[in-house]
C-alpha cells in the first residue's frame, strides 16, 4: 500500500442531518487502523448517510471526524449502485482510470504506466476483455465488478462501501468480498454498509450497529445479539415516528390527546 499515513478514524460526538433532520446523532467512536466493519442497522438507521459525512459528502450539524493525515479526497468510497448514473458514454477502462484523479488530480495526466494499471485491476475483478466496453452495457454484476477494479485503482488506506452487494449474484458476492478480504489483510481501514446479518456474523469481524445512535460497537458476536438488533428496531421506528412528526408538523398523539 503507497499511503502510509493511515490513522484511526475518530468521530467525535458526531452529528449529521438528512433534509434537516438529524439523521445519525451523537455519534463517537473509533474506526481502528486495519479494521474491517460492518455498518449494520434497519432501514432509515443512518447507515448510509454515516458514509457520506465520513466521505464529506454530508457537511456535519455538530461534532467532528478526525481522519488524522488524510483528506476525504484519498478515501476510496463506493456509493450505492442506484447514486451511480451510468449513461455517460464512458469504456471501461476510462472509468476505472478514474481512481486514479486522487493522485494525478482533475487535470493531470494519466500516463501509460496508470492505463496498464487500469487493465490489471480490470483482470483482478474477473472483467479481462470488457476494457474497451461501454459502462452501459454491463449487467449488475459485471458492473459493481468495474467500480471494484476502480476501487483497487485508487488504493486508498480507507474504503467505504455503501451495500456493495446489492442486487448481485453469489458468485459476484463471493468473488468481491474475497477482494475486502484482502483490503483488510494489507492493512486497510474498510467500512461497508450491509444488511444480511447472517453475512456480517460470517464475514466481518467488528460490526457498528446503529440506530441514527450508536446501539453498539465492538465485535460482531456481541454487537448482533438478539437484544441489540431488538433495540436498534425498536429506537428506528421511534426516530421514524419523530421524524414524521416533525415533517408534517403534527404533535405527537400523547402531546394531542
Known amino acids: 500500500m503507497k499511503d502510509q499515513r493511515a490513522a484511526p478514524l475518530v468521530l467525535r460526538d458526531l452529528i449529521v442531518t438528512y433534509r434537516r433532520v438529524p439523521a445519525v446523532h451523537h455519534v463517537t467512536g473509533t474506526f481502528e487502523v486495519g479494521s474491517l466493519t460492518a455498518l449494520a442497522?434497519?432501514?432509515?438507521?443512518?447507515?448510509?448517510?454515516?458514509?457520506?459525512?465520513?466521505?464529506?459528502?454530508?457537511?456535519?450539524?455538530?461534532?467532528?471526524?478526525?481522519?488524522?493525515?488524510?483528506?476525504?479526497?484519498?478515501?476510496?468510497?463506493?456509493?450505492?449502485?442506484?447514486?451511480?448514473?451510468?449513461?455517460?458514454?464512458?469504456?471501461?477502462?476510462?472509468?476505472?482510470?478514474?481512481?486514479?484523479?486522487?493522485?494525478?488530480?482533475?487535470?493531470?495526466?494519466?500516463?501509460?504506466?496508470?492505463?496498464?494499471?487500469?487493465?490489471?485491476?480490470?483482470?483482478?475483478?474477473?472483467?479481462?476483455?470488457?476494457?474497451?466496453?461501454?459502462?452501459?452495457?454491463?449487467?449488475?454484476?459485471?458492473?459493481?465488478?468495474?467500480?471494484?477494479?476502480?476501487?483497487?485503482?485508487?488504493?486508498?488506506?480507507?474504503?467505504?462501501?455503501?451495500?456493495?452487494?446489492?442486487?448481485?449474484?453469489?458468485?459476484?458476492?463471493?468473488?468481491?468480498?474475497a477482494l475486502v478480504h484482502v483490503w483488510h489483510a494489507q492493512g486497510r481501514t474498510v467500512i461497508a454498509v450491509l444488511h444480511d446479518v447472517g453475512f456480517i456474523r460470517q464475514h466481518i469481524p467488528q460490526t457498528l450497529l446503529l440506530a441514527r445512535e450508536v446501539v453498539a460497537w465492538g465485535s460482531t458476536e456481541t454487537a448482533l445479539s438478539a437484544e441489540n438488533l431488538e433495540r436498534a428496531r425498536q429506537m428506528t421506528d421511534r426516530w421514524a415516528r419523530q421524524s414524521h412528526e416533525h415533517e408534517s408538523g403534527h404533535p405527537p398523539a400523547q402531546a394531542a390527546a
Not at 456509493?79 to 476505472?96: G, K, Y
Not at 487500469?118 to 467500480?147: D, F, H, K, P, T
Open 41 to 177: 442497522g434497519p432501514n432509515g438507521a443512518g447507515k448510509s448517510t454515516l458514509l457520506k459525512g465520513l466521505v464529506g459528502l454530508l457537511p456535519l450539524a455538530g461534532g467532528a471526524v478526525d481522519r488524522g493525515a488524510l483528506s476525504p479526497r484519498q478515501f476510496a468510497y463506493l456509493p450505492q449502485v442506484s447514486e451511480i448514473d451510468r449513461s455517460f458514454p464512458l469504456s471501461v477502462i476510462d472509468m476505472v482510470m478514474l481512481g486514479a484523479w486522487p493522485r494525478a488530480g482533475a487535470f493531470g495526466a494519466i500516463d501509460r504506466k496508470e492505463r496498464a494499471r487500469a487493465a490489471e485491476c480490470i483482470a483482478q475483478v474477473g472483467l479481462a476483455g470488457y476494457a474497451r466496453a461501454s459502462i452501459a452495457a454491463l449487467s449488475a454484476g459485471q458492473w459493481q465488478r468495474a467500480l471494484f477494479a476502480r476501487l483497487i485503482m485508487q488504493d486508498a488506506p480507507v474504503v467505504l462501501l455503501d451495500e456493495p452487494f446489492a442486487a448481485v449474484d453469489e458468485k459476484t458476492t463471493a468473488d468481491l468480498m
